[in-house]
């Protein structure tokens, strides 16, 4: 059993970090803080070599690195897993039959049609990586679309699908909401709790984000077991604002205090913005 599936095995929920930025600094600085890290080669800006070394990068800080790829196409999952991460992310997974296909794409046989020959696990692991890679790999899809809920146990029947990820933005969109409205019980929790129970019922792993402390609680509470719980792109965003409204507070403060005119007393710990939830 590979050690992220160990964890995972303990009933403790693994807290991972989104990466979206082609920068291993960043896993390697802040990587230690999380339980796994979500690469995002769908939407965030990497290539090939920015996603070997970022995965490089989770093995050098002891975390899973988890790839999101673009599509279904079986060329990119198999280059993926190539890589040697502890798993993979295919987004927008509607029926069971492209469950099949991405299975197809992601397990070597009998369980599916996975090219053998990668560099890389071969370097670390020898020629006998692919004799427990289907289970020692995580092959999450996610559930983002009206008809992806409704086929969500179906999804998680499909032998070889590891764990069904709710993708909170698209199915909120698809459901007709602005990208700026809270990401809530009240938003998601319907979408949540079918996702949940697919994968209960079918022993399968439930991936969601949650972002602040009321999201996490209500992950948790429902049973996810692998919770995206901070960004760097979040950390980037909220920490240059405060820090620079703390600065320029300062800078305020000490030309008034130069003119001579009447300080205001102001903090310089500046609240943050109202969170919706994402971590983008």
Known sequence: MSPFRAALATGTPQLGLSVMYPAPGIIERIGPDWDWIWIDAQHG?????????????????????????????????????????AGVIVPC????????????AAKFPPLGKRSYGGRRPIDLLGRKYSDTANEDLLLIVQIESPQAIENAEAIAAVPG???LFLGPDDIMLRRGYSMTAPRSKETLGKDMQAVISACRKHGKVGVMVGVGEEMLRLCVSMGFQMIVSGS???????????????ARAVVKQQAEKAAGSPQQSRPVATEAAPSIGSPY
């Open 45 to 85: 800006e990497l290539g090939y070599h920015d996603v070997l070394g970022l995965v490089r990068a989770c093995d050098l800080v002891k975390r899973a690195a988890m790839v999101r790829v673009p599509g279904h196409e079986a060329g990119p999952i198999g280059l993926a897993l190539d890589m040697a991460p």
């Open 93 to 104: 997974v509607d029926t069971p039959e492209q469950a099949r296909a991405v299975v197809d």
């Open 161 to 163: 699908i590891d764990a």
């Open 232 to 246: 760097d792109v979040m950390f980037l965003a909220t920490g240059s604002k405060r820090a620079s409204e703390d």
